[in-house]
């Protein structure tokens, strides 16, 4: 994908709030501090589209961002996030579930994984959750560059194998080396195009 141009759209909470449903939509979920504001700088070249914010669970809106004049991505809040206040914790599942179950133009959600943890139930519950309500997920692997090569593949295997699923579902990427931003991208135009196809 050559991005030639990304803009910030709006931030909602709820649908009412929600930009026109006109472009096909990609949503970016994953804990807090995994990496998901570096993910989406670096897919669109821009060093501070999405902020980035030292406090993990600061990000508690699902904020709407434009690309090429015809893609949305979406950045939702992170969850899993320790210090937030739990009537935040709270407000926040209904308000990305219902964001997830009927937003429309949604194609793909990619999901934010640290290459370092091994998922959690957590994970496991979203991405069935997911496929429950037929949303493709695209898993992604970040800070894989603070790993060596060798550790990466045991971690990647490790990963699969705590997801039940095939090593090659799982793209590794690293912000600092762009390592993965290709793969990340081709999985996101397939998503969009496959969709497309599907309602010819």
Do not use: C
């Amino acid at each position: 994908m050559l991005v030639k141009s990304s803009e910030f759209v709006t931030s909602a909470v709820k649908p009412s709030q929600y930009p026109e449903a006109l472009y096909p939509e990609t949503a970016f979920a994953g804990r807090s501090n995994v990496g998901k504001s570096s993910l989406i700088n670096t897919l669109v070249n821009r060093k501070r589209l999405v902020k980035t914010s030292a406090t993990p669970g600061r990000t508690q809106l699902i904020n709407f961002f434009l690309v090429n004049d015809g893609l949305s991505l979406v950045d939702l809040p992170g969850y899993g996030y320790a210090k937030v206040p739990a009537s935040v914790k709270r407000n926040w599942g209904p308000m990305i579930e219902t964001y997830l179950k009927w937003r429309e133009t949604l194609k793909a959600v990619v999901l934010i994984l640290d290459i370092r943890r091994i998922p959690g139930i957590e994970e496991q519950n979203f991405i069935d959750w997911l496929m429950f309500y037929r949303r493709k997920p695209i898993l992604v692997l970040t800070k894989a560059d603070k790993l060596s090569r060798t550790v990466q593949i045991k971690q990647r295997k490790a990963i699969g194998a705590a997801l039940g699923m095939d090593v090659s579902a799982l793209t590794l990427f690293s912000a600092k080396t762009r390592l993965g931003k290709p793969e990340v991208w081709s999985a996101i135009e397939r998503a969009v195009l496959e969709d497309h196809h599907e309602h010819d």
